[in-house]
């Protein structure tokens, strides 16, 4: 496990806790300190700097304590599991995190690790990987970093609630759009008689509808796409700065501009066209109110 | 002809967009209702559950609820030191592992729940009879009705458990125990299987060490209350954190909560503002369509304020068919979109995310009632700034 160990040591090995009266800010001392990195929230949290010399204990009790020096501040990586709890963390050089956690009475503590992460030639190659290692270790408990796509991942079952309120939200438009266009349809009775009475046919005055519809739905699907784009900045920022993390929580990808207006323009279409339909089919003299 | 009998008539007098009105406000006034049944549900369903469970108190080793797996190492004493308490009736010591059926093959793990000697009830039994407060030989467990379909097993059954309480393998012997009976547990997920004993069943499954327990669950005497018990645990232990169901649903509603209460909030704005466009869009093309008949009733002597009574009853006629409608729709929505969330893995089988309450109910109107009079400012604002005379003149020009 040595090597293994070796591997972990680069990890980010998070300590639970560091107490305010634990934290002082000697000056810089002769003798070398053991590094660590903290997280940008425990150095704001505790009011440390780089360079301070802090004491670390394993033990809730904070005893046995150790000093170290703090090299630098790091951002965690965001997790979105851990959205709601706050990361207080330091990262230690794996030897100085076991000589400060470990079991004093067993020999192999100094040669124990929690878990490797392994970073693959072939990402895509993790599930055969995964079978490799545990059949010819069969102690060892090995999974992909990257979570399933099913049920037991959380993020794919608020993705599902999520698609729900927007389709929700898009069906809500869409009776919007509808009561809009009988308005602007009930508006022009007079010009649509008119123009069956001068020769339209039904079906060239239904066609002008579609694409008027066609291009208010387009145009209306595109300018929600970009207002999405252009403040989802806005909503990262008021996120981010709530729940003091990185974690982006707004994207607007390709994949979802596409869905959305793939969305929207058959609902807009379908509701011009719906609203002109009665009028299309009425007696052109009925629609001037002769 | 009173203001609300006009108003009907205007109304009637374009069905369809009176009714397309009314259909939007009923879909947004549905998501808006979702919302506020989302707003407090989560909240009101845990403490539901937590209240359910008999105890009003829990005692941990650490502050943080989240960090509940610190475990209390001296367990005995404290127990010992709470039961003298005036305010506390009962205290069971609770602790949870994993462990695995040793005897059959291909089973999923189970969720291993110790508890202390006691005669209070942690869970609902369904069949057979509870643990024994003396352990046993071979030891009793009670086990969950899914666990006991998935072994065909019924009271008097006999298993051979192992401890799987980390991730290597374990090295302990298997025990064999005997089924009491079958139970309900009250935090269990719909997937999981649930096998429950006494500690020091634990303790022989898990290498544990002996006293050692997550948490102590206390029932606090009826007449002392749960505020009071608390204030007493933490005089007579300073060492450990005393939380009532109050606390632990103050620090879930800041904590595990705010995500979804932040959504319901966000959505709620949306829709409701969605909603007052949508009606203020229709009252004000219907008030530009009728100026002419408008200014005809006031020059017959309609004063100002009647015209503006009629606009702001079309406006409540439109907002309240819609809002009304907008509820059972939003009770039959909810129960979808609950039962998606209710797929988080491990989410409690009797927890819900939308909970119906009054509170909601009221809220809707109130926020309804707000948003058909902020629906009807602008049209209210071309009645009243109507010039009468220069209006009768262009409709009989035009």
Known sequence: MKSAALVAASLALSLLVVTEGLANRTAPGDEPLPEILVSRQLLAARGLHTGDVVLLSGDPDGKPTRRFRIAGVYEPMPD??????????????????LALNGDTADPLADDTVTSINVKLTRPDDAAAFVREVTGRVPILNARPSRAGADDRNPFVVLGRFHLAIAILTVMTSAVFLLALMVMLADERRETIGTLRLMGITRTRVLKQVLAEGTMLAVAGALFGVLLAAATQGFFNALFQWRYDTSLVFVR??????????????????????????????????????? | MRALALAYRSLMHRRARAALG???????????????????????????????????????????LAQSRAPLTDAAAVVAALEDLPEV??????????????DRERMPSLTLVGVGPTEARVWTMLDGRDLAADPADPAEVVINRR??????????????????????????PPVTVRVAGIADFPFESTSQLTVAG??????????????????????????????????????????????????????????????????????????LAFGALLVTVLLTVSVNQRLGEI???????????????????????????????????????????????????????????????????WLHVALLGGAAVMAAAYPLWLVVRLPIAATLRREIVS
Request: charged fraction near 20%; include cysteine.
């Open chain 2, 22 to 64: 009314m259909l939007g406000v009923a879909a947004a006034g549905a998501l808006m209702f979702d919302m506020l049944l989302l707003s407090r549900g989560l909240l009101i369903s845990v403490r539901g559950l937590l209240e359910t469970s008999g105890f009003d108190v829990r005692v941990l080793a650490s502050e943080g």
């Open chain 1, 252 to 290: 607007v990808s390709a994949s979802v501009a596409w869905r959305s207006v793939a969305l929207a323009v058959p609902l807009g279409i379908a509701a011009v066209v719906l609203a002109s339909w009665a009028l299309v089919r009425s007696d052109p003299l009925r629609l001037l109110r002769r």
């Open chain 2, 147 to 172: 666990l006991a379909t998935k072994l065909e097993a019924v009271s008097g059954t006999t298993l051979v458990l192992r401890g799987r309480c980390s991730d290597e393998p374990s090295v302990l």
């Open chain 2, 295 to 361: 200014a005809a009733l006031r020059a017959i002597g309609f004063s100002r304020r009647r015209a503006m009574a009629d606009v702001l009853w079309e406006s409540a006629l439109l907002v309240g068919v819609g809002g009304a409608a907008a509820i059972p729709l939003g009770l039959a929505l909810s129960t979808w979109l609950d039962a998606i969330l209710r797929s988080f893995p491990g989410v409690p089988e009797a927890l819900h995310f939308f909970v119906f309450e009054a509170r909601a109910v």
């Open chain 2, 89 to 102: 009736a009962t205290v069971v010591p609770f602790r949870i592992e994993r462990a695995e059926v040793a």
């Open chain 1, 80 to 97: 979105p599991r851990r959205l709601t709890s706050e990361r207080l963390e330091v990262r230690l050089h794996l030897p100085d995190l």
């Open chain 2, 198 to 271: 006494r500690l020091p069943l634990l303790e022989r499954l898990c290498d544990t060490r002996p006293g050692e327990a997550d948490v102590l669950l206390v029932a606090s005497q009826p007449e002392a209350g749960p505020d009071a018990a608390v204030a007493a645990i933490r005089r007579a232990r300073p060492d450990v954190f005393a939380f009532s169901n109050d606390d632990v649903i103050e620090r879930f509603e800041q904590v595990g909560f705010s995500y979804f209460r932040q959504v319901s909030t966000a959505l709620s704005v949306v829709t």
